[in-house]
């Protein structure tokens, strides 16, 4: 269930702080520390899975769940509506890549952006 090693599994757990963006029995989403977007948070599974690499069919309903909550949590923390509105899903999967924190998550990216702007 859980790793007691695992960075996200701790945040999950309360055992280290974060700005917590949604809760409920399976899934925890909170800002990501190094923000790289004016809207930048992780959608995790409570459960530890390594990667997207390690998702099975069992996890499939959870994986979704994950993707479908994704816009309700964008639009409440500040992105603007589709489509000229929007946000990025990114999932970094092993080292090449990009994944430095091996508890599966979403990156949810977006937010204003007055330069893309006309
Ligand atoms: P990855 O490269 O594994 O896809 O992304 C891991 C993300 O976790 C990075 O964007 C990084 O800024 C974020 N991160 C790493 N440590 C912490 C932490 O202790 N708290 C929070 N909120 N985010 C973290
Ligand atoms: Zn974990």
Redesign the pocket.
Known sequence: MHDPNC??CK?TQGQ?P??KVYEDEAVFA???????APV?F?IVPKLHVPSMAQATDEHAALIGRMMVLAPKLALQEGCNPYPDGGFRI???TGTE??????HL?L?VMGGPRPWLRG
């Open positions: 960075l996200f945040i280290i974060s700005r909170f800002h990501d520390i190094r923000p790289s930048h992780l990114v999932v970094n890549g990009g994944q430095e924190v091996h998550h990156h």
